[in-house]
Structures are given as C-alpha cells and as structure tokens.
C-alpha cells in the first residue's frame, strides 16, 4: 500500500501570513517590482509594506525609488516571492517575473471573489 507524504500544505493566506515581518517581492501589474519588509495585510491581500524599493521598468530602463513605507492595492498583485529581490536573483526568477509582468500565467489568473480562510492563531492588520 502507497504512504501518503507528510509535506505540510497552506492556504495562500496561511503562507502570507508567516511572511508578515519578513522580506517580500512583490510584482505588480504593469512594469513595477516592490521589495520590502512585510508588516500586514487583510483577506483582499492589500498589504502594508515598509523599507520599500520600488522598481519601474520604462523605454529608458529601470527606475528604483525608495519609499518608508507603502500600502498596496491586493488587485494589482501579480506574484510575491517570500524572501525575494530581483537584485539577488538568477536569471530564471527574473524570466519568470518578466513573464508575470507581461500576462503570463501567474498574471492572468485573477480570483472571482476574495480569498477566505479559517485563521488558526497568527494575526494580520
């Protein structure tokens, strides 16, 4: 008889949540890269985020501004990668959040109504 693995599994909140107080990159719709300190966020994904690099990509190339601190609207997210920076990155991080940027397969999925989840401890802002 097969075992089944004991690989834990989260629900996209859950994972979020033990991101909070953590570095996160966040890609945006559009041609903007946030990178910061995750400090919270609500069940629509907005989110809080303070020491903040802010990446834009134009015609004339990158544009990085630093910003204290920042609120972002969950329906202009695209992907976060825990721990992340686009600075620290190889080259297939980079493919893969030139392909969100541009409507691939992470930036077309859009959910039909907001996320839920049963919180079990933790806490979010």
């Given amino acids: 008889m097969a075992t089944v693995s004991a690989a834990p599994s989260y629900l996209p909140l859950a994972l979020i949540d033990k991101c909070v107080g953590s570095r996160i990159w966040v890609i945006m719709k559009g041609d903007k890269e946030i990178v910061g300190t995750l400090r919270g966020f609500d069940d629509y994904v907005n989110m809080v985020v303070d020491d903040v690099r802010e990446y834009s990509f134009t015609a004339q190339g990158k544009k990085v501004?630093?910003?204290?601190?920042?609120?972002?609207?969950?329906?202009?997210?695209?992907?976060?990668?825990?721990?992340g920076d686009p600075d620290e990155n190889d080259s297939n991080g980079k493919a893969a959040a030139k392909e969100a940027r541009a409507g691939g397969p992470l930036g077309a999925w859009r959910p039909a109504a907001p996320l839920a989840c049963a919180r079990r401890g933790g806490s979010r802002a």
Avoid: A, Q
């Fill in 65 to 83: 501004t630093h910003l204290e601190s920042i609120l972002l609207n969950g329906n202009n997210i695209t992907m976060m990668v825990p721990g």
